[in-house]
């Protein structure tokens, strides 16, 4: 009876399937490299949406507020956080040039590295903004219902006033962290990440 080496039947299985997996590996990566394409070009275009409702807001906001006696306090904020905002904003545009190309799995990871890095820093950037925009909002709208600055100084004002501005600013930052940021940036950037482990299993 012929007897079979066990080791020489499992080389052989391997590069069979090694082969097979060679063969296959151009389709697996061009579709790697449009499935990507896709969820960037979904970031994309997320951002540009989130970026003209901002505007939108902003023109509003000016336009109703114009008259107003601290229209300064508004107009003053959104120019330093936008001045503040355009030097991460540069150099993340720089970064994402940057990212290489030309092999896909290295321009996944390139990607995913310097979005979700991106997605970290905002984030704590948001953290301090949230507040001083609340802030500034609730001034404007104080003063804007006829009553003096000085008023909203007064104790028995003030206090109702900073706890319920405490409870509205943690559900602000909860609508914005988890509900809009994350289905707007966070869960496509998870998507590349995704794709990128699965890219590495078949390494």
Do not use: C
């Not at 000016?62 to 601290?70: E, I, K, L, T």
């Not at 229209?71 to 994402?96: C, D, E, N, Q, R």
């Amino acid at each position: 009876m012929e007897e079979f080496d066990l080791q020489d039947i499992w080389k052989e299985s391997h590069e069979q399937a090694k082969s097979y997996y060679q063969s296959i590996e151009p389709e697996v990566l061009d579709m790697a490299r449009k499935k990507s394409k896709g969820i960037l070009n979904k970031l994309k275009r997320n951002l540009i949406a989130d970026s003209s409702m901002g505007i939108a807001m902003w023109v509003f906001f000016f336009y109703y507020f114009w008259d107003h006696q601290y229209f300064w306090l508004m107009a003053g904020t959104l120019l330093i956080v936008t001045i503040l905002s355009s030097i991460p904003a540069y150099k993340f545009s720089k970064k994402l040039k940057a990212v290489p190309t030309q092999n896909v799995v290295k321009s996944i990871r390139g990607y995913h590295e310097v979005l979700s890095t991106e997605l970290r820093k905002t984030k704590s950037r948001m953290t301090i903004v949230l507040p001083i925009f609340f802030i500034v909002g609730l001034i404007m709208g104080f003063t804007g219902a006829g009553r003096g600055i000085i008023e909203l100084l007064q104790w028995k004002i003030l206090i109702p006033t900073i706890l319920i501005s405490i409870l509205a600013i943690i559900g602000l930052r909860w609508l914005t962290f988890k509900f809009h940021m994350f289905h707007l940036y966070e869960k496509p950037i998870d998507e590349l990440k995704k794709l990128l482990d699965d890219l590495l299993e078949r390494d």
